[in-house]
């Protein structure tokens, strides 16, 4: 019985004008019209879409495009005005660390001023020099603590706008 529905034919009605575009569109695509109801039917069912539907899937594509445009604008704005002055600060630190170490005392340094009556001076040379060392490590590591605050509030700030999400 139910190959008998199956291969059961019926016959639709359709205007003149729509008769032409349906020949036209079967004849370019390589297709028999009585399939054309099946074959549209099926595309509906797979892709979930509807023909009375305003949501066509070009406009989800351009909303999806947008979004996109929009998060790659944002990006190159946090690597404009974040990610690149950070990495400037931190490449500026490394060379000031970098030209603190080389002002220090080294072992040979040391060992050639190493006599009985310079042991003293020898040891507040280095107290002196490991105080200014820890100044400035001090001092980078709070503009450091600075930048990464400054950071996380602009962060916090563009978290609230509207339309941006992460």
Do not use: W
């Not at 003149?16 to 069912?45: E, P, T």
């Not at 944002?74 to 660390?97: C, G, H, N, W, Y």
């Not at 042991?119 to 020099?129: G, H, N, Q, R, S």
């Not at 820890?134 to 962060?155: G, M, R, Y």
């Amino acid at each position: 019985m139910k190959k008998e529905t199956q291969n059961t034919i019926t016959t639709i009605a359709v205007s003149a004008k729509d008769n032409q575009r349906l020949s036209a569109f079967c004849k370019q695509h390589g297709f028999a019209k009585k399939d054309f109801i099946g074959l549209v039917l099926d595309h509906y069912d797979s892709n979930g879409t509807h023909p009375k539907s305003k949501d066509l899937p070009r406009t989800e594509l351009e909303k999806i495009t947008k979004r996109l445009d929009q998060f790659f604008a944002f990006f190159k704005t946090q690597e404009r005005d974040f990610i690149r002055p950070a990495l400037e600060a931190i490449v500026a630190t490394d060379s000031k660390v970098q030209n603190q170490i080389g002002t220090l005392a080294s072992k040979r340094d040391l060992i050639l001023f190493s006599t009985k009556d310079n042991d003293v001076k020898i040891a507040e040379a280095i107290l002196t020099e490991i105080h200014k060392l820890k100044d400035s490590v001090l001092n980078l590591n709070h503009q450091l603590e600075n930048s990464q605050k400054s950071i996380s509030e602009d962060l916090n700030v563009l978290k609230n706008r509207k339309g941006i999400s992460f």
